[in-house]
């Protein structure tokens, strides 16, 4: 109405510390997303996960991994703000 775009959604993002883990996750996720591990060991209780669709990124969840997320939170934030 007054000529200013609206802000774009932010990405959606959560994070909890259970059991002394950080976990967090960041993005949107539907079924038959393919999940690769991307850094760490899911055995080891610390990993990096990227969630992809139709060969981009949609999403990341990390245990224990909070420098690696936060890089992958911001490339998604910025290609879902490019959209």
């Known amino acids: 109405m007054l000529g200013l775009a609206p802000k774009p959604a932010r990405l959606p993002y959560f994070w909890s510390d259970q059991y002394g883990l950080r976990i967090q996750f960041a993005g949107h ?10 850094e760490g060991a899911p055995q080891q209780h ?3 996960a990227v969630y992809r669709r139709d060969g981009a990124a949609v999403a990341a969840l990390a245990v224990d991994m909070v420098g690696p997320f ?10 879902g703000s490019s959209t």
Do not use: A, P
Not at 29 to 38: A, M
Not at 70 to 79: A, D, G, I
């Open 29 to 38: 996720t539907v079924d038959g997303d393919e999940v690769t591990v991307e």
């Open 46 to 48: 610390r990993f990096l």
């Open 70 to 79: 936060s890089r992958w939170r911001r490339q998604l934030e910025t290609k």
